[in-house]
């Protein structure tokens, strides 16, 4: 089945530290991969997406996620974070091998960045 | 410049009440599709549309209705609510290449006791 697994569900992080977000999927099929950001009692933001080409993307607010095929992973990477980034962050699937273009979400990493 | 409106923002149901949740979009976007958001599941698919006149299941559908009669607006009903309904529903569209990048609703929260 496909699948879309973030196995850290909190991050504490203090500031201006770097910070890594896991995202893996299970899919043997062509994908398209997104990060969204949520702040608190908001709606989900794009922070940054890979559909082809270069593996390494780069975001909004500083973020960046290199797409790595072999192990099926799309992490999100920041070299130094700021209290403003706490939010909570979701990565989300689109498997190309069916007709419903529809996200697939992962359940979700609470960054809690510290002063 | 509105993007993905929904209505209401929050409401308080009693069980076995109906309701009904607006979303519009003014993107003319073909693809519109209905969440819900639990705490620790991140957002699963309720039902989906891929133009006016249609629509289809998704992962999580039982107990919930849509329509699509306009491009622009996608409703989600509730005929007959209960407490596992409970939850911050979200709307969201996309163009229709390939379903790329989805805009989202600010979100209704719900609440059935």
């Known amino acids: 089945a496909q699948s879309v697994t973030q196995l850290d569900s909190q991050v504490p992080v203090f500031e201006e530290a770097p910070v890594e977000l896991r995202c893996n999927y299970s899919?043997?099929?062509?994908?398209?991969l997104f990060w969204y950001v949520q702040y608190p009692n908001q709606g989900l933001q794009l922070l940054l997406k890979?559909?082809?080409?270069?593996?390494l993307v780069k975001g909004i607010n500083g973020f960046e996620a290199e797409f790595n095929k072999s192990q099926t992973s799309f992490h999100l990477r920041k070299p130094s974070v700021h209290i403003s980034d706490t939010a909570e962050y979701f990565c989300a699937v689109t498997f190309l091998d069916t007709g419903r273009r529809a996200l697939t979400f992962g359940s979700g990493t609470r960054l809690q960045v510290q002063p | 410049n509105a993007g993905v409106t929904q209505t209401p923002k929050f409401r308080v149901l009693k069980t076995g009440q109906s309701m009904t949740l607006l979303c519009a979009q003014d993107m003319n976007h073909e693809y519109m599709y209905w969440y819900r958001q639990d705490p620790g599941m991140g957002l699963r698919l309720i039902h989906y549309s891929v133009g006016e006149g249609t629509t289809a299941k998704g992962e999580v559908p039982d107990g919930y209705n849509v329509s699509r009669l306009k491009k622009q607006n996608f409703l989600l009903g509730l005929e007959s609510a209960a407490p596992s309904q409970t939850s911050v529903y979200f709307c969201a569209s996309s163009n229709v290449e390939g379903g790329t990048e989805a805009f989202f609703g600010q979100g209704t929260r719900l609440t059935v006791v």
């Open positions: 899919s043997s099929v062509s994908v398209y």
């Open positions: 890979y559909l082809s080409g270069s593996t």
